[in-house]
């Protein structure tokens, strides 16, 4: 079975956007605890109160967007297996393809380099007449 990155990542959002904002909301209220109980020691009431309200939001919409995306995917596999029966078909076409290449190449005859040809004779050396090259080379 084999899923693109793309279905695996849309997966891992679709589950960890509601653990995010779960997170940013209980920051957000424990931030904005901590600096109610500082008594202006602490700083930064607005960003906890900004944690809260997007923490609030990413899960609203994705405790939406969760069933709206399971009832539009209903009845459509979001990963499709081949069954057996057609994997093994497809094995066998392949071995039968191979075993076909290996006999065409059998058959085939081994393109060979021609031969170099011979040396050119020596020049002989002086008063030695030239020698006729051995015709069993």
Same mark, same amino acid.
């Given at each position: 079975?084999?899923?693109? #990155?793309?279905?695996?990542? #849309?997966?891992?959002?679709? &589950?960890?956007?509601?653990?995010?904002?779960?997170?940013?909301?209980?920051? #957000?209220?424990?931030?904005?605890?901590?600096?109610?109980?500082?008594?202006?020691?602490?700083?930064?009431?607005?960003?906890?109160?900004?944690?809260?309200?997007?923490? *609030?939001?990413?899960?609203? /919409?994705?405790? &939406?967007?969760?069933?709206?995306? &399971?009832?539009?995917?209903?009845?459509?596999?979001?990963? =499709? /297996?081949?069954?057996?029966?057609?994997?093994? %078909?497809?094995?066998?076409?392949?071995?039968?393809?191979?075993?076909? +290449?290996? %006999?065409?190449?059998?058959?085939?005859?081994?393109?060979?380099?021609?031969?170099?040809?011979?040396?050119?004779?020596?020049?002989? +050396?002086? *008063? =030695?007449?030239?020698?006729?090259?051995?015709?069993?080379?």
């Amino acid at each position: 079975m084999e899923a693109s #990155g793309a279905a695996v990542f #849309g997966l891992l959002a679709v &589950l960890g956007v509601p653990a995010i904002g779960l997170l940013a909301l209980v920051v #957000g209220v424990v931030a904005l605890a901590r600096i109610n109980r500082s008594g202006g020691a602490l700083r930064g009431r607005g960003l906890a109160i900004g944690a809260i309200v997007i923490g *609030g939001l990413l899960m609203l /919409v994705s405790l &939406l967007a969760i069933p709206l995306l &399971l009832f539009l995917s209903a009845g459509r596999p979001a990963v =499709q /297996v081949e069954s057996s029966k057609v994997w093994t %078909e497809r094995a066998k076409a392949e071995e039968a393809a191979r075993r076909a +290449e290996e %006999e065409t190449r059998k058959r085939e005859p081994e393109h060979r380099a021609p031969a170099p040809p011979p040396p050119p004779p020596m020049l002989p +050396e002086a *008063g =030695q007449p030239a020698k006729a090259p051995d015709p069993a080379r």
